[in-house]
Protein backbone atom coordinates (compact mmCIF):
# COMPACT_ATOMS: atom_id res chain seq x y z
CA UNK A 1 0.00 0.00 0.00
CA UNK A 2 1.28 3.24 -0.81
CA UNK A 3 1.79 6.09 1.72
CA UNK A 4 -0.01 8.48 0.20
CA UNK A 5 -2.78 7.99 -2.34
CA UNK A 6 -4.48 10.72 -4.06
CA UNK A 7 -6.47 10.66 -7.35
CA UNK A 8 -4.73 12.05 -10.37
CA UNK A 9 -7.64 13.07 -12.33
CA UNK A 10 -8.27 15.09 -14.20
CA UNK A 11 -10.75 17.23 -12.60
CA UNK A 12 -12.75 19.60 -14.60
CA UNK A 13 -15.34 22.20 -13.24
CA UNK A 14 -17.01 24.85 -14.67
CA UNK A 15 -15.90 28.48 -12.78
CA UNK A 16 -18.07 29.32 -9.49
CA UNK A 17 -18.39 25.09 -8.85
CA UNK A 18 -17.21 23.97 -5.58
CA UNK A 19 -14.14 21.92 -5.59
CA UNK A 20 -13.73 19.03 -3.73
CA UNK A 21 -9.67 17.50 -3.71
CA UNK A 22 -8.81 14.26 -1.66
CA UNK A 23 -5.61 12.20 -0.25
CA UNK A 24 -5.78 9.24 1.96
CA UNK A 25 -2.53 7.81 3.59
CA UNK A 26 -1.54 4.71 5.48
CA UNK A 27 1.10 5.94 7.92
CA UNK A 28 -0.56 6.63 10.76
CA UNK A 29 2.41 8.95 12.42
CA UNK A 30 1.47 11.68 9.88
CA UNK A 31 0.88 14.52 12.35
CA UNK A 32 1.18 17.40 9.66
CA UNK A 33 -0.58 17.99 6.33
CA UNK A 34 -0.25 20.67 3.83
CA UNK A 35 -1.64 21.74 0.16
CA UNK A 36 0.72 22.70 -1.99
CA UNK A 37 -0.35 24.43 -6.16
CA UNK A 38 1.82 23.85 -9.12
CA UNK A 39 1.48 24.89 -12.16
CA UNK A 40 3.12 23.29 -15.42
CA UNK A 41 7.03 23.50 -15.05
CA UNK A 42 6.74 24.90 -11.93
CA UNK A 43 7.95 23.92 -8.31
CA UNK A 44 4.88 23.39 -5.65
CA UNK A 45 3.80 26.74 -3.94
CA UNK A 46 2.48 26.24 -0.42
CA UNK A 47 -1.11 26.92 0.40
CA UNK A 48 -2.29 25.51 3.35
CA UNK A 49 -1.34 23.36 6.68
CA UNK A 50 -3.01 21.36 9.02
CA UNK A 51 -2.10 19.58 12.20
CA UNK A 52 -3.03 16.78 13.21
CA UNK A 53 -7.24 16.70 12.99
CA UNK A 54 -9.55 19.37 12.03
CA UNK A 55 -10.56 21.75 9.91
CA UNK A 56 -8.71 25.38 8.62
CA UNK A 57 -10.14 27.58 6.20
CA UNK A 58 -8.00 30.59 4.43
CA UNK A 59 -10.68 32.39 2.14
CA UNK A 60 -12.14 30.37 -0.68
CA UNK A 61 -9.87 27.40 0.21
CA UNK A 62 -10.62 25.03 3.57
CA UNK A 63 -8.29 22.11 4.44
CA UNK A 64 -10.26 19.06 6.21
CA UNK A 65 -8.06 16.42 8.32
CA UNK A 66 -9.79 13.38 9.70
CA UNK A 67 -6.96 11.18 11.23
CA UNK A 68 -9.35 8.33 12.36
CA UNK A 69 -10.08 7.61 8.47
CA UNK A 70 -6.30 9.06 7.66
CA UNK A 71 -7.76 11.12 4.78
CA UNK A 72 -7.85 14.85 4.14
CA UNK A 73 -9.75 17.27 1.88
CA UNK A 74 -9.54 20.44 0.02
CA UNK A 75 -12.21 22.52 -0.50
CA UNK A 76 -12.48 25.10 -3.10
CA UNK A 77 -15.30 27.28 -3.41
CA UNK A 78 -16.29 30.00 -5.73
CA UNK A 79 -13.13 28.01 -8.35
CA UNK A 80 -11.63 30.18 -11.16
CA UNK A 81 -10.02 29.68 -13.80
CA UNK A 82 -6.82 30.94 -12.15
CA UNK A 83 -6.99 27.81 -9.66
CA UNK A 84 -6.50 25.42 -12.74
CA UNK A 85 -3.42 23.58 -11.66
CA UNK A 86 -2.00 20.56 -10.35
CA UNK A 87 -2.82 20.00 -6.31
CA UNK A 88 -0.59 18.35 -4.26
CA UNK A 89 -1.16 16.72 -0.75
CA UNK A 90 1.87 16.75 1.63
CA UNK A 91 2.70 14.98 5.03
CA UNK A 92 5.45 14.96 7.34
CA UNK A 93 5.39 12.34 10.56
CA UNK A 94 7.32 15.39 12.56
CA UNK A 95 8.62 13.72 16.01
CA UNK A 96 11.16 15.93 16.82
CA UNK A 97 14.82 15.72 15.70
CA UNK A 98 15.08 15.56 11.99
CA UNK A 99 11.60 13.81 10.45
CA UNK A 100 11.30 16.68 8.81
CA UNK A 101 10.74 15.01 5.40
CA UNK A 102 7.21 15.44 3.16
CA UNK A 103 5.81 12.93 1.54
CA UNK A 104 3.64 13.92 -1.18
CA UNK A 105 0.86 12.10 -3.07
CA UNK A 106 0.71 12.35 -6.91
CA UNK A 107 -1.34 15.31 -7.32
CA UNK A 108 -4.73 16.20 -8.57
CA UNK A 109 -5.21 18.10 -12.02
CA UNK A 110 -7.75 20.89 -11.78
CA UNK A 111 -9.20 22.71 -14.28
CA UNK A 112 -11.74 25.54 -14.44
CA UNK A 113 -13.57 25.96 -17.39
CA UNK A 114 -14.65 29.76 -18.17
CA UNK B 1 7.98 38.52 -1.08
CA UNK B 2 11.50 36.66 -0.42
CA UNK B 3 11.93 33.19 -2.16
CA UNK B 4 13.99 30.34 -2.97
CA UNK B 5 15.82 31.00 -6.25
CA UNK B 6 17.65 27.93 -8.61
CA UNK B 7 19.91 27.97 -11.29
CA UNK B 8 20.51 27.06 -13.97
CA UNK B 9 16.52 26.59 -14.94
CA UNK B 10 17.78 23.67 -17.15
CA UNK B 11 20.78 21.65 -17.93
CA UNK B 12 21.61 18.80 -20.45
CA UNK B 13 24.12 16.90 -19.54
CA UNK B 14 25.91 13.58 -20.98
CA UNK B 15 25.62 10.05 -19.22
CA UNK B 16 28.32 10.05 -16.39
CA UNK B 17 29.47 13.72 -16.56
CA UNK B 18 29.04 15.69 -12.94
CA UNK B 19 26.32 18.08 -12.32
CA UNK B 20 26.06 20.95 -10.09
CA UNK B 21 22.56 22.43 -9.09
CA UNK B 22 22.58 25.40 -6.89
CA UNK B 23 19.76 26.73 -4.72
CA UNK B 24 19.73 30.55 -3.04
CA UNK B 25 17.49 29.58 0.49
CA UNK B 26 15.33 32.31 1.83
CA UNK B 27 18.23 34.69 3.85
CA UNK B 28 16.57 33.30 7.62
CA UNK B 29 15.83 29.84 6.63
CA UNK B 30 17.95 27.45 8.36
CA UNK B 31 16.77 24.10 7.14
CA UNK B 32 17.22 22.82 3.72
CA UNK B 33 15.87 20.45 1.15
CA UNK B 34 16.37 18.38 -1.86
CA UNK B 35 13.66 16.84 -3.84
CA UNK B 36 13.23 15.63 -6.97
CA UNK B 37 10.09 14.95 -10.25
CA UNK B 38 10.46 12.36 -12.89
CA UNK B 39 8.01 13.39 -15.44
CA UNK B 40 4.89 12.51 -14.65
CA UNK B 41 5.62 11.05 -11.23
CA UNK B 42 5.05 12.47 -7.22
CA UNK B 43 7.64 15.13 -5.86
CA UNK B 44 10.45 12.54 -4.05
CA UNK B 45 12.34 13.58 -1.01
CA UNK B 46 15.98 13.04 -1.49
CA UNK B 47 17.89 14.97 1.51
CA UNK B 48 17.59 17.14 4.18
CA UNK B 49 20.39 19.44 5.35
CA UNK B 50 20.68 22.15 8.79
CA UNK B 51 23.71 23.27 10.40
CA UNK B 52 26.25 21.74 8.03
CA UNK B 53 24.97 18.43 8.13
CA UNK B 54 22.55 15.72 6.35
CA UNK B 55 19.75 15.33 8.80
CA UNK B 56 17.98 13.04 6.59
CA UNK B 57 18.10 11.44 3.34
CA UNK B 58 15.91 8.91 1.08
CA UNK B 59 17.49 5.86 -0.59
CA UNK B 60 17.56 7.41 -3.58
CA UNK B 61 20.17 9.36 -2.26
CA UNK B 62 23.18 7.26 -2.98
CA UNK B 63 27.21 7.77 -3.08
CA UNK B 64 26.41 9.54 -6.26
CA UNK B 65 24.82 12.48 -4.52
CA UNK B 66 26.29 14.78 -2.37
CA UNK B 67 25.11 18.58 -0.86
CA UNK B 68 26.91 21.55 0.03
CA UNK B 69 26.74 24.75 1.93
CA UNK B 70 30.07 26.22 0.36
CA UNK B 71 29.68 29.71 1.15
CA UNK B 72 27.21 30.73 3.73
CA UNK B 73 24.44 31.31 0.89
CA UNK B 74 24.15 28.90 -1.89
CA UNK B 75 23.28 25.36 -0.96
CA UNK B 76 24.19 22.92 -4.33
CA UNK B 77 23.49 19.39 -4.96
CA UNK B 78 26.12 17.40 -6.79
CA UNK B 79 25.40 14.53 -9.04
CA UNK B 80 29.25 12.89 -9.53
CA UNK B 81 28.12 10.93 -12.32
CA UNK B 82 24.79 11.27 -13.74
CA UNK B 83 22.42 8.07 -15.37
CA UNK B 84 19.67 8.30 -18.01
CA UNK B 85 17.38 7.83 -14.99
CA UNK B 86 18.43 11.03 -13.05
CA UNK B 87 16.63 13.36 -15.55
CA UNK B 88 13.81 14.82 -13.38
CA UNK B 89 13.11 18.20 -12.21
CA UNK B 90 15.06 19.02 -9.49
CA UNK B 91 13.65 21.20 -6.43
CA UNK B 92 15.22 22.86 -3.53
CA UNK B 93 12.81 23.85 -0.60
CA UNK B 94 13.39 25.77 2.63
CA UNK B 95 11.73 26.24 5.82
CA UNK B 96 12.64 28.04 9.56
CA UNK B 97 13.24 25.31 11.94
CA UNK B 98 10.30 25.64 13.85
CA UNK B 99 7.78 25.83 11.43
CA UNK B 100 9.35 22.66 9.32
CA UNK B 101 6.10 22.07 7.64
CA UNK B 102 6.04 25.11 5.68
CA UNK B 103 8.73 24.21 3.11
CA UNK B 104 8.87 26.60 0.18
CA UNK B 105 10.08 25.46 -3.00
CA UNK B 106 12.03 27.39 -5.95
CA UNK B 107 11.18 26.94 -9.15
CA UNK B 108 13.12 23.91 -9.90
CA UNK B 109 16.33 22.92 -12.30
CA UNK B 110 15.29 20.39 -14.83
CA UNK B 111 18.23 17.73 -16.06
CA UNK B 112 18.40 16.40 -18.95
CA UNK B 113 20.58 13.49 -18.92
CA UNK B 114 21.22 12.04 -22.63
Known amino acids: QKEVEQDPGPLSVPEGAIVSLNCTYS??????FMWYRQYSRKGPELLMY????GNKEDGRFTAQVDKSSKYISLFIRDSQPSDSATYLCAMSASSGGSNYKLTFGKGTLLTVNP | EPEVTQTPSHQVTQMGQEVILRCVPISNHLYFYWYRQILGQKVEFLVSFYNNEISEKSEIFDDQFSVERPDGSNFTLKIRSTKLEDSAMYFCATSLQSFFYEQYFGPGTRLTVT
Open chain 1, 27 to 32: NSAFQY
Open chain 1, 50 to 53: TYSS
